[in-house]
């Protein structure tokens, strides 16, 4: 079974930086995409950054030059670094993976538990 466990999030003021962690295991999958969403109050799920094993990256329009996603294959470990954090950034940020069972094609998207990140003005 794959868990991703998510650490890192809190309360931080307009401008100040937090870094997410997320720590996926399984023993018998390997991981390929693996990203961060974010969900506000009343509104939908949103991508916030995404990365695949080749460090190809992608982020939300509104974390470009603020945020940055990176991550550590060998250690199945990925990372938000949060600069100038803003009060809409407020949500709760959950984890991502697209989990492959090792020696087939069958992959599945997993999400961890999510962690609350709240910026005040």
């Known amino acids: 079974q794959v868990q991703l466990v998510e650490s890192g999030g809190g309360l931080v003021q307009s401008g100040g930086s937090l870094r997410l962690s997320c720590a996926a295991s399984?023993?018998?999958?390997?991981?390929?995409?693996m990203g961060w969403y974010r969900q506000a109050p009343g509104k939908e799920r949103e991508l916030v950054a995404r990365?695949?094993?080749?460090?190809?990256?992608k982020y939300a329009d509104s974390v470009k030059g603020r945020f940055i996603i990176s991550r550590d294959n060998g250690k199945d470990m990925v990372y938000l670094q949060m600069n100038s954090l803003k009060p809409e950034d407020t949500a709760v940020y959950y984890c991502?993976?697209?989990?492959?069972?090792?020696?087939?094609?069958?992959?599945?998207?997993?999400w961890g538990q999510g962690t609350q990140v709240t910026v005040s003005s």
């Open positions: 991502n993976a697209e989990a492959v069972i090792i020696g087939t094609m069958s992959s599945y998207k997993y």
């Open positions: 990365i695949t094993t080749g460090e190809s990256t």
């Open positions: 399984g023993s018998t999958f390997r991981f390929n995409a």
